[in-house]
């Protein structure tokens, strides 16, 4: 398709923790996003992509640099993003975009440097209904909000407030790169009550009920709190109602662009970092593994002058994909912006010309004593461990540093529920020899040494509100 002349507004939106099976565009039998499908109609839905890690810090600075976490230096026990990379928002800032962020996940700062690039950045999880207050405050109105009627106040709302005031003070005669990160589908989950008894009431669950059941994922993995088949449908349930809570947001989002002629100038890509365990495998919340509940995300584009409407694309991507193709749309061919990456486009002609053969996740471990010292008596040893995972289209292949590789067919077992590691000792064998054939093709050399950010009593009490923190 002929290019535009005129370079476009981009519009990149993370649902943080969103996985890509409890989408209704995705196939999943409960309609939690009606407003995506129209999207997904209107551009085109990518089925098989996977994240290149588990959590926040690796996956964004992924897809902000288009490199892997074994490059780019991001992970658990350094989540700070390596100065030297170019970002997104930094390259994009080159070409004479106004680049505007906005942040539900604390992650998202100067510290970790997946801010660098951006004119304004804005995190709204520092305030509510757009003041600035204290925090235990704040977290009192939020758990009122919860008690009362669910996610009312704050997050998508509050964001969606910010955006359109920025919008309305924009320059209207420069593109502009806007990346948003919301975070209704992270846990804890506290979705309005009208939402949530959409989902809850089918199961003949109640709402009071459900602001029972355990949302720490410490006390389930310790069996400090025990949690049977109707404790996770519960969780579903309300995993389902924040999904379909932000989906509706969105919708809103989505209209009041159309409303204002912005749409068709805009290239909107909606994506997730990474999905989330539900009781999966024995997990709640994530950065405990790689299986697809984790790495398998959502991905959408829609800009009809490059991305034909309702068309599907059922080969393998990545997050790292993302920057490459927005090199690509805004026809970048500059050798020093595209040297580093490590993804390919995903313009419709690139992808069927050059499939992947197989998408990477990796993991990068770190003592997790502090995570777990609430219990002290509990063993967290099987935790202390690296990951890294091969996908192709009929095998999944996923590398332990404690020596408990995995094998699955995920063509025959999605749900990764039967490992054939001794089984096929050949195919993991020869998995295990492409995957780190790659690692050791891309990765920089030297070892990035452990370092923690600094943190604010406000960023502190925000993530461990998120379970990030003991």
Not at 72 to 79: C, E, K, L, R, S
Not at 397 to 411: D, F, H, R, T
Request: glycine fraction near 6%; hydrophobic fraction near 35%.
């Amino acid at each position: 398709m002929d290019q535009p002349t005129r370079r476009p507004n981009i519009l990149l939106i993370i649902m943080d923790a969103a996985r890509a099976d409890h989408l209704s565009c995705y196939g999943y039998p409960l309609p939690t996003t009606p407003h995506l499908v129209r999207l997904a109609e209107e551009g085109i839905r990518y089925t098989n992509t996977i994240s290149t890690g588990g959590w926040t810090v690796p996956t964004h600075a992924s897809l902000f640099t288009g490199t892997f976490p074994c490059f780019h230096g991001a992970w658990d026990g350094h989540p700070i993003l390596n100065e030297d990379i170019p970002t997104l928002p930094e390259i994009l800032r080159g070409y004479g975009y106004q680049t505007v962020g906005f942040t539900n996940i604390g992650w998202l700062n100067d510290k970790t440097g997946l801010i660098r690039g951006f004119d304004t950045f804005v995190p709204v999880y520092r305030s509510y209904e757009g003041r600035s207050i204290p925090t235990m405050a704040r977290l009192a109105l939020a758990k009122m909000a919860w008690l009362l009627n669910g996610r009312m106040l704050g997050g998508a709302t509050a964001t969606n407030r910010y955006v359109k005031n920025w919008l309305a003070r924009r320059e209207p005669e420069r593109p502009f790169f806007m990346f948003i990160n919301y975070s209704e589908a992270h846990a804890p989950y506290q979705p309005p009550r009208s939402f949530a008894r959409r989902f809850l009431e089918p199961l003949g669950l109640g709402y009071a009920e459900a602001r029972q059941v355990n949302q720490d994922p410490l006390k389930h993995i310790t069996g400090t709190a025990s949690m049977d088949k109707k404790d996770f449908d519960v969780l579903r349930a309300l995993y389902d109602a924040e999904i379909a809570y932000l989906d509706t947001r969105l919708g809103e989002l989505f209209n009041y662009l159309r409303q204002r002629d912005l749409l068709e100038q805009t290239l909107v890509i909606v994506s997730a970092d990474h999905g989330e365990n539900l009781g999966d495998h024995g997990f709640m919340s994530h950065k405990w593994c790689l299986y697809d509940t984790l790495v398998r995300v959502p991905l959408i584009i829609r800009y009809p002058p490059c991305f034909p409407p309702g068309m599907t694309v059922n080969d393998q991507v990545q997050l790292v994909d993302i920057l490459p193709t927005l090199m690509d749309v805004l026809n970048v061919r500059e050798s020093e912006t595209r040297s580093q990456l490590q993804g390919f486009s995903l313009l419709p002609h690139q992808v069927a010309h050059r499939p992947r053969t197989f998408a990477v996740s990796e993991r990068y471990g770190r003592s997790w004593k502090h995570t777990f010292r609430r219990f002290p008596d509990f063993d967290y040893t099987r935790f202390e461990r690296d990951l890294k995972a091969i996908r192709t289209m009929q095998f999944k292949y996923i590398w332990s540093s404690n020596g408990k590789c995995e094998l699955y067919n995920i063509a025959t077992d999605p749900a990764e529920s039967k490992n054939l590691a001794d089984a096929l000792p050949e195919k993991a064998q020869s998995l295990h020899n492409c995957l780190f054939d790659f690692i050791e093709s891309i990765k920089r050399t030297g070892e990035t040494t452990e370092q923690d950010i600094e943190m604010d009593r406000d960023l502190e009490n925000h993530l461990r509100g998120l379970g990030y923190l003991d």
